[in-house]
């Protein structure tokens, strides 16, 4: 792994890896094993950050970032191969297409949280007479 001037590279489509010192190679994998799950759906990781305290971030192509949470690389890749495999049947539940995401938070034991571009959770006051 190296350092690239953003400046000097040319090719657009290049990830954006981050992550403390001395990690390259654990980010670098993480992203190789997150790449393929969400290419069947069109979206494109651009973005892929390891916190110092071990927390995963992701930002696809479409503007969403997911919470990936801590946890060894078969841990986090095991929660977001569940979310991909689910997140086309709660879009389209919605009238969605996978690139409404906006935000996912993976970190949860026993399932996900989303927010959809155009779906609201909150109910409007009934209005009183």
Same mark, same amino acid.
């Given at each position: 792994?190296?350092?690239? @001037?953003?400046?000097?590279?040319?090719?657009?489509?290049?990830? $954006?890896?981050?992550?403390?010192?001395?990690?390259?190679?654990?980010?670098?994998?993480?992203? $190789?094993?997150?790449?393929?799950?969400?290419?069947?759906?069109?979206?494109?990781?651009?973005?892929?950050?390891?916190?110092?305290?071990?927390?995963?971030?992701?930002?696809?192509?479409?503007?969403?970032?997911?919470?990936?949470?801590?946890?060894? @690389?078969?841990?986090?890749?095991?929660?977001?191969?569940?979310?991909?495999?689910?997140?086309?049947?709660?879009?389209?539940?919605?009238?969605?297409?996978?690139?409404?995401? +906006?935000?996912?938070?993976?970190?949860?034991?026993?399932?996900?949280? +989303? $927010?959809? $571009?155009? +779906?609201?959770?909150?109910?409007?006051?009934?209005?009183? @007479?």
């Amino acid at each position: 792994m190296f350092e690239a @001037n953003p400046g000097d590279v040319e090719d657009e489509d290049m990830p $954006r890896l981050a992550g403390p010192d001395g990690t390259a190679m654990q980010v670098f994998a993480m992203y $190789r094993g997150l790449r393929p799950l969400f290419e069947p759906m069109d979206l494109v990781v651009e973005e892929l950050a390891l916190s110092s305290r071990g927390g995963w971030t992701l930002r696809l192509d479409s503007g969403a970032t997911i919470e990936l949470g801590r946890g060894s @690389n078969e841990e986090v890749i095991a929660r977001s191969e569940r979310f991909a495999r689910t997140l086309t049947q709660v879009t389209s539940k919605y009238g969605r297409r996978p690139e409404a995401l +906006v935000t996912a938070d993976l970190r949860h034991r026993d399932g996900y949280a +989303v $927010r959809l $571009r155009g +779906v609201g959770t909150t109910d409007v006051p009934a209005q009183r @007479n």
